[in-house]
C-alpha cells in the first residue's frame, strides 16, 4: 500500500527550492502580482484519504483550467451537435495561435485552444439565460462548494490586454462560427477564465471526470462516453503544443493554467491537482509537470 502523502511531501520537498522554478505569466497583468515561490499539491482520491502540502489551500486564477468546465457544460447542452463547429485534433501550436484558424475555415483544432474555447463560451451564452451567474452556480454545484467566485481584477485586466483573443473571436465571427456578439461571448470566457479556486476546490471540480460522470455529490452529470471524450480531449490537447510531452512524462490526462495550475487525473483512481505559478516557455507551470511525473514515475500510475 503505498503512502501517498508521504509520496507528495517527498516530491514538494525535492523540488520547492529548485532554482529554476519558471516565470509568472505577465500578459494578463494582475496574473504578474503572483509568486513563483507558491507550491502546493493536492491529491483527491476516489477511495482513500485526501492528501495535501504546501499552498493547496491558497486561491489561484485557474484560467484555461476552465475550458474544460466550460466544455462539459456545452457538452451537457449540445452533445454531438458542438463538433460540428469544433475539431478534436491537437494543434502542435501555442494556445493563443490564429495562423490555423484562418487556413481551416474557422474551426478550431479542438475546445481547449482560446479559439475553440470561444465557441465553447458562445454555445454557453446562447444557452444559459443568466450565462455568468448560471455557469458559476454550475463549477459550484459541482464542486459543492458555495463560495468560489470570479476575480473581478483578473477579468477587467485580461478585458483591457487581451487583443489575441479579440482577434480570434472576430476571426471567428467573420466566418459565421460565432452566434453571439463578439463581445458579449469575450465577456464571458475573460470571466470563466477568472475564476479563482484553490487546489482542493480544483480536484473536487474534476472528480466527475474521474468517477464516471458522477460528481462530489453523487449527482450524475455527464455520460461515461462523454467523460471518455473529455479525457481524451484533455490527453491530447490539454497542455496544447506540449501535449506529447505532457503525455510522455505524466501520461494521464490533464489542462494546465497560465495561473500556474494543472489538474490531472486517473479515470476511476484519483484528480491531482498542483499550483506553483512559473511557467515555461509553452504557457505550462514548470515545476507543476515535474511535480506529476515524480509522482506517477513514483506511484507507477498512469492510464499507460
Ligand atoms: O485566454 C487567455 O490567454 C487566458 N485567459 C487563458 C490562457 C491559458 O491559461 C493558457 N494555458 N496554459
Redesign the pocket.
Known sequence: MIDFQNVIEDIYSDLKHTTNKGVVASY?PELAKQSNASFGIYLKPIDGNNCHVGDWDTPFSI??ISKVLALSKAIAFEDNKIWQRLDVEPSGNP??HLTLLELENGIPRNPLI?AGALVVADILVTHLKNPKQDFLEYVRNITNDQTINYNLEVATS?QQT?FK?YAAANLLKSYNNLNNAVDIVLDFYFHQ?ALEMNCEQLANAFYLFSNKGKCVNNKQHLTLSQVKRINAIMLTCGFYDEAGEFAFEVGLPGK???GGGIVALLPNNFVIVTWAPGLNPK??SLIGMQALEQFTTKTNRSIF
Open positions: 494578463i484560467q484555461s494556445f493563443n482560446n485580461e487581451g483573443n477564465c494546465s493554467g497560465v504557457g505550462n
